[in-house]
């Protein structure tokens, strides 16, 4: 069965520098995509970026960018620069893309404060 | 923006008594699923659609019942709600590239 640990319940980082947040997944499907999604005070998700299993590059949206050790079974999140926007629940979230199983599985969160 | 529109959006109930919440996409995207966020586990399946008529469950699902008439809408019912039903429910439809879109949440307490 798919599973998402996401070892940091709490970060701090301070405003302008880089974080990275943890995430490792267990799978047996050899074909996934990799998802982190940010939860705000407001309680939207919003999601971040993307990474599929065969992708051989890194994936980044902006100030994102997903590190991604296959071997490892890690996707870590990587936030350059942090603003004190950035201050929300952040989650890692996989699906399966050979079981049919389609619904994404999320790790439990971590929070990140970014500090002025 | 996947169009999703989740109502209500706040709800206090009674022990007891049935609850329905509702969700309506604007895309016509196949699958629609529900999802409950408790802290400490992220989010959680609940039901899932993957066709006018066609639901299945996940991980999460007693005390629950969903129903998909209609492709913009997939609809949550919670037969008998029960104080460990208080929980925050996000729908969420599948994108172009299987990301999930969620609707804003709606906020369930049971007294």
């Known amino acids: 069965a798919q599973k998402i640990t996401q070892t940091q319940p709490g970060m701090f980082v301070q405003e302008k520098e880089a974080v990275t947040l943890d995430c490792t997944y267990d799978?047996?499907?050899?074909?996934?995509?990799l998802f982190w999604y940010k939860q705000p005070s407001s309680g939207e998700m919003i999601f971040l970026i993307y990474?599929?299993?065969?992708?051989?590059q890194n994936a980044t949206e902006g100030r994102y960018s997903l590190n991604f050790q296959k071997a490892r079974k890690s996707a870590n999140l990587v936030i350059s620069a942090s603003q004190l926007g950035d201050s929300a629940m952040y989650f890692c979230?996989?699906?399966?893309?050979?079981?049919?199983?389609?619904?994404?599985?999320f790790g439990s969160g971590t929070r990140l404060q970014v500090q002025p | 923006d996947a169009g999703i529109t989740q109502s209500p959006r706040h709800k206090v109930t009674e022990t007891g008594t049935p609850v329905t919440l509702r969700c309506h996409q604007t895309?016509?995207?196949?699958?629609m699923y529900w999802y409950r966020q408790d802290p400490g586990h992220g989010l959680r399946l609940i039901h899932y659609?993957?066709?006018?008529?066609?639901?299945d469950k996940g991980e999460v699902s007693d005390g629950y019942s969903v129903s998909r008439s209609k492709t913009e809408d997939f609809l949550l019912t919670l037969e008998s709600a029960t104080s460990s039903q208080t929980s925050v429910y996000f729908c969420?439809?599948?994108?172009?590239?299987?990301?999930?879109?969620f609707g804003q949440g709606t906020r369930l307490t049971v007294v």
């Open positions: 979230a996989m699906r399966e893309l050979d079981t049919g199983r389609r619904a994404l599985t």
């Open positions: 799978t047996s499907d050899p074909s996934y995509g």
């Open positions: 990474q599929g299993s065969y992708d051989q």
């Open positions: 895309e016509n995207h196949r699958y």
């Open positions: 659609s993957y066709g006018v008529k066609d639901t």
């Open positions: 969420a439809t599948e994108g172009t590239n299987t990301e999930a879109f």
